[in-house]
T-cell receptor, first 112, second 115 residues
Framework: EDKVVQSPLSLVVHEGDTVTLNCSYE??????LLWYKQEKKAPTFLFML????IEKKSGRLSSILDKKELFSILNITATQTGDSAVYLC????????????FGKGTKLSVIP | NAGVMQNPRHLVRRRGQEARLRCSPM?????VYWYRQLPEEGLKFMVY????????ESGMPKERFSAEFPKEGPSILRIQQVVRGDSAAYFC?????????????FGPGTRLTVT
């Protein structure tokens, strides 16, 4: 069974801090890893990573994948209160499966 | 450009009643996925549907749960004879086609509370 583990489960930081969220996975036939941000409603797509070592960047957020060690990190620099959310990591394994396997998420709270 | 729409947003049912959750995919999308999120848990895949077809229902409980995506109208997730353990947030996602399974867009969810 595919497995995705995120750490830490929750994190409290002050505005301006930099945070690193972790996601490790065990899946058969790995195809891609995705990061989502979930506030009070729908998870919104952040990044999709397919290749090792290539950093994806969007503003203050960046992410990278290590397919050898089977993990990904999501970095957020200069955090703002609007970054407070649950960050979900999901893996797509393809090979006849059409499902995303999600981790439990990391709940990030940014305090002023 | 409307995103994925779900209704109702909140649904309260007594034990033994039926719950019907609706999902309209993004415009142009013909593939729908249902996920369940229990408190403090990640999203768990339930079922994947294409118009008039169930493609993968490996995550659906064997009893009381069913899903459909008719040719016309929204996708429906139906839970019969609800129990307290069914209380959760149910999210729907859609993708353009089978080749873009990894690119799923989520709706706001329906929060089901069973009393």
């Amino acid at each position: 069974e595919d497995k995705v583990v995120q750490s830490p489960l929750s994190l409290v930081v002050h505005e301006g801090d930099t945070v690193t969220l972790n996601c490790s996975y065990e899946v058969t036939n790995f195809r891609s890893l995705l990061w989502y941000k979930q506030e009070k409603k729908a998870p919104t797509f952040l990044f999709m990573l397919t290749s090792s070592g290539i950093e994806k960047k969007s503003g203050r957020l960046s992410s990278i994948l290590d397919k050898k060690e089977l993990f990904s990190i999501l970095n957020i620099t200069a955090t703002q209160t609007g970054d407070s959310a649950v960050y979900l990591c999901a893996v797509y394994s393809g090979a006849g499966s059409y499902q995303l396997t999600f981790g439990k998420g990391t709940k990030l709270s940014v305090i002023p | 450009n409307a995103g994925v729409m779900q209704n109702p947003r909140h649904l309260v049912r007594r034990r033994g009643q039926e719950a019907r959750l609706r999902c309209s995919p993004m415009k142009g999308h013909s593939h729908v996925y249902w996920y369940r999120q229990l408190p403090e848990e990640g999203l768990k895949f339930m079922v994947y549907l294409q118009k008039e077809n169930i493609i993968d229902e490996s995550g659906m409980p064997k009893e009381r749960f069913s899903a459909e995506f008719p040719k016309e109208g929204p996708s429906i997730l139906r839970i019969q004879q609800v129990v307290r353990g069914d209380s959760a947030a149910y999210f729907c996602a859609s993708s353009l086609n089978r080749d873009r399974v990894y690119e799923q867009y989520f709706g706001p969810g329906t929060r089901l509370t069973v009393t």
